[in-house]
Nanobody, 120 residues
Framework: QVQLVESGGGLVQAGGSLRLSCAAS????????MGWYRQDPGKQRELVAS???????NYANSVKGRFTISRDNAKNTVYLQMNSLKPEDTAIYSC??????????????WGQGTQVTVSS
């Protein structure tokens, strides 16, 4: 089992910045990727950013140029630096870890979620 512990959410004014952290612990092996998703009530969960173990990154169009994902592999931690925040960035942000299993299967782990609120 893998446990994900997030931190760094909160309330910020539009134009401000926040940094989210997610530390993974437990049976950490064959990590495919780590990333962040967000969900606002009444909306579908969407990918914000992810980073594979090979270093490739993927961002939602709405956050490109404003958010940066990074990983510290030694600490099994992923970060999301969020700059120029907008009210529409308000959501619960959840950390995701994808583990590759034998025969190509994958297992997703999720953090408990952290609230990010951007006031206008």
């Amino acid at each position: 089992q893998v446990q994900l512990v997030e931190s760094g959410g909160g309330l910020v004014q539009a134009g401000g910045s926040l940094r989210l952290s997610c530390a993974a612990s437990g049976s950490i092996f064959s990590i495919n990727s780590m990333g962040w998703y967000r969900q606002d009530p009444g909306k579908q969960r969407e990918l914000v950013a992810s980073k594979s173990s090979s270093g490739s990154t993927n961002y939602a169009n709405s956050v490109k140029g404003r958010f940066t994902i990074s990983r510290d592999n030694a600490k099994n931690t992923v970060y999301l630096q969020m700059n120029s925040l907008k009210p529409e960035d308000t959501a619960i942000y959840s950390c995701n870890l994808v583990q590759t299993l034998p025969l190509g299967a994958r297992r997703d782990y999720w953090g408990q979620g952290t609230q990010v609120t951007v006031s206008s």
